[in-house]
């Protein structure tokens, strides 16, 4: 490390009361964030802009602390908090700002989670062709063997398919057997079964569905919302989490908001 790099990958963002960061993504903090992937040893450049500073806080807290195992996800959802019309189109919720973030989130993540119905509905491929990077690990929760072997996800390297039986996935794609009760798969055994593989930075992409079984078990550590400017009016919700009765219930994360050109970044913190 020379003089003029200091580590920073605690999120705190050096403007703390600007309450919107711009945040820029150039070349040389995209290097850094990659390197800090492999190293953490790697910090922030002391000369680079306020909104290069603002990326960095954003993005380096995605690369967790030390060998702990970090679970995060994201939404990118419109102004009404959907992700998708009543008939499934989903393309173009996020600006190209904010589809360019979920392929950072991908990049600095070992594994990426999604649910059935986003495996089935938008059959992603789920990789980082948006920025320069390693594309993850896929993962996808499909506990009734609904999805076909055809699915764009499965094809390629390195993938893997949460289920509850013993339903035969094509050659090479790896399989997690994970016990179902009447509240679907258990949150923790599905974590537990990804740091067991080897997986640090496990990224949650959605559905709603999805992100709210692992955070109705308390185990997303960092939560980023994109919000796009347009309303949409009926459609899956961008997070379906259990109700609650008093708004006292609802959990509040420290959250800090990042404008990214054609969308807003809300980063939630629920560890602090
Ligand atoms: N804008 C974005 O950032 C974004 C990202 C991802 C997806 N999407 C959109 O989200 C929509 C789909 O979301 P969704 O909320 O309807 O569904 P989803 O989260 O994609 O999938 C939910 C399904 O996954 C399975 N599942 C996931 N976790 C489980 C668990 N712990 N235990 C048991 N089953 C589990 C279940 O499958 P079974 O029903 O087979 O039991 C469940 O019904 C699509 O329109 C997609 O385009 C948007």
Redesign the pocket.
Known sequence: MNQHERVETSGAAGDADMPVATATVTDRVWDRLLAARKDRTVGAHSDWTPAERAAWALYAPLLGRNDQPLVFA????SLDGR??TID?D?AD??GMEGLKH?HRCRALADCVI??????I??NPRLTVRLVRGDNPVRVV????G?LQDSAAMLEGERCLVVQAGDRDRPVGVDTLKVA?SA?????VS?IAGLIERGFRRIMI???????G?FMDADLVDRLHV?IAPLIIGA??P?L?TSPISLLAQARRPRARVYGLASDIIIDCDFRL
């Open positions: 994201q939404i990118g959802q992700v998708a499934g989903a919720v996020s979920l999604v649910g059935a119905n986003t495996a509905q938008d929760i499909d506990p009734r609904r179902s509240e679907g798969l258990d949150a599905i992409e959605g559905g709603g569905i999805t992100i079984h994109g459609g899956p961008g379906t």
